[in-house]
């Protein structure tokens, strides 16, 4: 659709009418009135037209300035150029456009299609979760229905002991009433004798060699008769009838058989159970590995960047680029240029602004007026650190922190009047390259990022190495063989698991399963000219880090779920995931974590976690032993 209209004004007359309107009055002026009547038009008939076209409602305001450009002459070259520059501005955004509206349709898709999987993947684990509880609630039942038969069962079983001992004493009872029968019976036959010989008539009528016979062989019965009922008595006091026996007995084993039964088939239950919970866990697994790959096709789709652009701007063209970007990631390629840029800036800088004499500023930047660029190179400034490290060390008792002995250091060596230069040199260029580990350091422990005693941590395990190396090289010589210098690396760090003695063996770019090669320790512990140590001592620094954050995590999972500890559950968290700490360093711990002398940590109130391990991350801390002594993996 075109729109046809005539111009809403045309030719000098118009010119005219505005100049001497102009002169007259200070109110609008006509020609501006009639451009916007005729622009107010146009859009009012686009309205009506219910036209939602952008490109169609742009073109009645390009007309009118078209317009303004035809009639004044003097401005047309300026205005059409304006004009030519926004017109080509908005073609290269249009064509822009229609390039990104293919990527726009394909993630729109590409959405659609994994939030109707992650639909899919939750219906399908509300199924499955709905079905599990359901036959966790039947096995619960069945489980709780077996249980109570179990205790019916006890409860039978306890009845027959109570019966089984009720007849047993029933039977003591009989056995003690035939007993006394027995001897009240004996009695009587003694009385029996007795009466007979009251009678001598009848018994001098009998023969007295046969009453003595007699008499004889009734003593020598009455004897052998009591000796086997004592023995009866002996072997047979305790015992219950058989047919009571054999009707307990079969009821036991019955009891024995079906207790068995369910015993087995409570086993089955619990194994089921625990198949159908590791199922499940096994699909909430499943399901948070699908929403992170989600995540991670979301994130893929950003536009990565494309670092094949940075040669034409790097200082030395492809080769120095080549060699910045060996063996570093996207985020250390992104160190790598703002280092360019930063040694840009600090080449072009003459002078730096001063900071102020405030106390938020450190003392050896307070400086009101402006203080010149000394322009150090790298290696200049790798020398100052690693001569003030070395004076630092000499001094006895230094009791200053890092930044009044810096400012100290820097006028006793240098004129004090240029002092500031050289401290704010040394500052902006240790603030720009952080790539470079001596910078680093210095710039961490300078701001107060890293506590000085974790630098000086780094340094002890490296020289404990290096003298544990240098005692065991007898012939000075410098070579170890591969076994030789693991051996050594063991026994210095024993707490040190077996992958990260690899990762350090593997630092000496000395073939592992040829023992031919020897070692040549001193080359790992030399120095580039910027002071970048070798990937040896880098390595077992990064580790001495990694180790610090694992031995502090370990302590924060002891610590939870309290958001805030007393010196007292600290101290039982040390002990817990480090039994073989001695008390003096762990009062060390203690006292670095509450910033308080041994003395005072009973005094020491709640204080949060994160702090308290803040604090313990910023200075030495180490593990002194394995969590179970003994075992060392």
Request: proline share 4%; glycine share 4%.
């Amino acid at each position: 659709m075109v729109l046809r209209n005539l111009r809403p004004c045309a030719g000098g007359f118009y010119r005219r009418i505005y100049h001497h309107h102009s002169l007259l009055t200070s109110s609008r002026p006509q020609y501006l009135k009639q451009l916007e009547d005729y622009l107010r038009r146009q859009l009012m008939f686009l309205d009506l037209m219910k036209e939602k076209n952008p490109d169609l409602r742009f073109q009645p305001f390009r007309e009118v300035f078209e317009y303004f450009i035809e009639d004044f002459k003097i401005y047309k070259p300026l205005l059409a150029s304006i004009k030519n520059a926004y017109e080509f501005k908005l073609v290269s955004l249009q064509e822009k456009i229609r390039t990104l509206e293919p990527l726009k349709l394909k993630l729109i898709t590409l959405r659609e299609e994994y939030i109707q999987k992650i639909l899919a993947i939750r219906c399908e684990e509300k199924h499955e979760v709905k079905k599990l509880n359901e036959d966790k609630l039947n096995l619960m039942k069945v489980i709780r229905k077996k249980n109570e038969e179990v205790i019916s069962l006890e409860a039978q079983v306890a009845r027959l002991r109570k019966s089984l001992t009720e007849e047993y004493v029933q039977y003591r009872n009989e056995s003690d009433a035939r007993k006394v029968l027995l001897a009240d019976l004996n009695e009587l036959r003694y009385q029996q004798d007795e009466l007979s010989l009251l009678h001598p008539t009848e018994i001098w009528k009998e023969d007295q060699v046969k009453l003595k016979m007699a008499l004889k062989m009734a003593r020598r019965d009455l004897t052998q008769a009591q000796m086997e009922m004592t023995l009866l008595r002996a072997n047979f006091g305790d015992v219950v009838p058989r047919k009571i026996f054999e009707q307990l007995e079969k009821n036991h084993n019955v009891l024995l058989e079906e207790m068995e039964m369910l015993k087995h088939f409570s086993e089955g239950l619990r194994k089921d159970y625990n198949t159908l919970h590791q199922q499940h866990r096994d699909t909430v697994k499943e399901r948070d590995q699908l929403i992170l790959e989600v995540q991670e096709l979301r994130r893929s789709h950003t536009p990565r960047p494309n670092w094949s652009k940075c040669p034409e701007v790097v200082a030395g063209g492809m080769d120095r680029w080549q060699t910045l970007i060996r063996g570093k990631n996207s985020d250390q390629l992104v160190d790598v240029l703002l280092e360019e840029i930063g040694e840009r800036w600090l080449r072009d800088q003459e002078v730096f602004p001063g900071l102020g004499q405030s106390d938020e500023v450190p003392v050896y930047l307070r400086h009101d007026s402006a203080v010149k660029n000394k322009n150090l190179s790298k290696k200049e400034v790798v020398d100052i650190i690693k001569d003030i490290w070395k004076t630092r060390g000499e001094e006895e008792e230094c009791q200053e922190n890092l930044p009044e002995y810096f400012l100290r250091y820097i006028k006793e060596h240098y004129e004090e009047t240029s002092a500031m230069e050289w401290t704010y040199s040394i500052y902006e260029t240790i603030r720009i390259f952080r790539c470079n580990e001596v910078m680093r350091q210095f710039y961490d422990i300078l701001t107060r990022k890293v506590d000085e005693s974790t630098f000086l941590g780094q340094n002890q395990i490296v020289a404990e190495l290096l003298n544990e190396l240098a005692k065991k090289d007898i012939h000075n010589g410098g070579l170890f063989s591969i076994e030789q210098f693991s051996t050594i690396l063991k026994r210095t760090f024993p707490l040190k698991k077996k992958d990260q003695i690899m990762e350090l063996m593997q630092t000496t770019d000395c073939p592992l399963d040829d023992s031919s090669n020897p070692v040549q320790y001193r080359v790992l512990f030399r120095e580039d000219e910027e002071g970048n140590a070798e990937p040896f001592i880098h390595k077992l620094r990064i580790q001495y880090l990694n180790e610090k954050l694992t031995y502090l995590q370990e302590l924060r999972q002891v610590l939870e779920p309290g958001p805030n500890v007393n010196a007292v559950q600290l101290r039982a968290a040390f002990i817990a995931i480090d039994p073989c700490m001695d008390t003096k360093t762990l009062n060390n711990y203690l006292s670095q974590a509450f910033q308080c002398t041994p003395a005072e940590l009973e005094l020491e109130g709640f204080q949060p976690v994160e702090t308290l391990l803040k604090r313990l991350q910023a200075g030495i801390v180490h593990r002194f032993g394995p969590q179970n002594p003994g075992a060392i993996d």
